[in-house]
């Protein structure tokens, strides 16, 4: 099978690229870093330069695939909406366009669990516990608009997936923001930090976009959470990670009421200004350090036979070594 890959040079996609190419597929690598496409190059990989934003470039791409991983997306929490509605719904659009054109068998889009944001508890959420709309970033509005268009769109043989809180070495988000706020200032605990979370390694993300390029054709159509499936509570990773690293735990116990209050009135200054530089809290960053929040992986694990291949604690394991090391 020859798959594109969008969003290759990106950090989950050069990790689809590896699982692919282990699986026998003739990959096709998407993005727009020259120097992490030139690497891709030596491994074998058929490396095309370009941004599925520009219809002639991604129509190119698709020419001659088999299949499609939809994996390129703006994902920030911050930003104004034209950024997120060019990237994420019209990006999209042209992806299916393509798909379309070129008689595309299977398309996997890379969602995001985000959009089940929310001022409460959730516990074991269901795929179809999604809301129909959620503005609580642009970001979440801009997936949420992306799954709709893939919905509307069955003639394109489709699957979508919502991965959980990807980590891994190379991840230049999640991690590298706590580590830096550890050592800045102390990381802030609501609840004790106690609250449950799901996170996936970035591994076992790649997994579950190879089964869903192989899974039957009943699950097309569906839409499918991936977590490690080991709910942990916050303060419980952050002491796992920062004992490997050896460092000192800072940890800043805060009212969850005044925090609240606090991000609410930060989004707002910084939107009257029209301020581009993301807010040091936002509403969607203190729903997760005070709210529980854990997915249901039961369906793909009945349907696309997903089991993750690497616990929490060899992820975690692995980038500290890897953090040490560099």
């Not at 190059?41 to 941004?51: A, L, M, Q, R």
């Not at 050896?246 to 606090?262: D, V």
Request: hydrophobic share 40%; proline share 4%; with cysteine.
């Amino acid at each position: 099978m020859k798959v594109l890959v969008t969003g290759a040079t990106g950090f989950l996609g050069g990790y689809v690229i590896k699982e692919l190419l282990g699986r026998g597929y003739e990959v096709r690598a998407f993005g727009r870093n020259q120097e992490l496409g030139q690497a891709l190059i030596k491994e074998g990989v058929d490396f095309v330069s370009g941004d599925f934003t520009k219809e002639a470039e991604i129509m190119a791409a698709c020419q001659g695939m088999d299949a499609v991983v939809h994996a390129g997306a703006l994902s920030t929490i911050w930003g104004p909406w034209s950024d997120f509605y060019q990237a994420n719904v019209y990006g999209t659009q042209l992806v299916l366009k393509a798909c379309m054109e070129h008689g595309i068998k299977r398309l996997v889009y890379i969602s995001s669990p985000s959009i089940y944001a929310a001022a409460k508890d959730q516990l074991g959420i269901k795929e179809t516990d999604a809301p129909q709309e959620n503005n609580l970033n642009n970001y979440i509005k801009s997936k949420l608009m992306a799954e709709r268009l893939i919905k509307n769109c069955p003639q394109i043989p489709s699957i979508v997936l919502r991965p959980r809180g990807l980590f891994g070495i190379g991840d230049n988000s999640i991690l590298p923001r706590v580590l830096a706020m550890s050592q800045r200032l102390g990381l802030p605990l609501l609840k004790g930090g106690q609250q449950l979370m799901d996170m996936t390694c970035v591994e076992n993300v790649a997994l579950a976009i190879a089964l869903a390029l192989e899974a039957k054709d009943e699950a097309v159509g569906q839409i499918y959470n991936i977590t490690n499936g080991e709910p942990r509570t916050f303060k419980s990773l952050l002491d796992e990670l920062l004992d490997g690293l050896g460092q000192e735990k800072r940890y800043l116990r805060l009212p969850a009421g005044l925090i609240g209050f606090f991000a609410s009135s930060l989004e707002g200054f910084y939107r009257l200004f029209q301020l581009k530089k993301e807010p040091p809290l936002t509403r969607y960053s203190y729903y997760l350090l005070r709210y529980s929040q854990t997915l249901d992986i039961s369906k793909a694990q009945e349907d696309l036979g997903y089991e993750p291949r690497m616990s929490l604690s060899e992820g975690i394991e692995n980038y500290v070594k890897h953090y040490r090391e560099s």
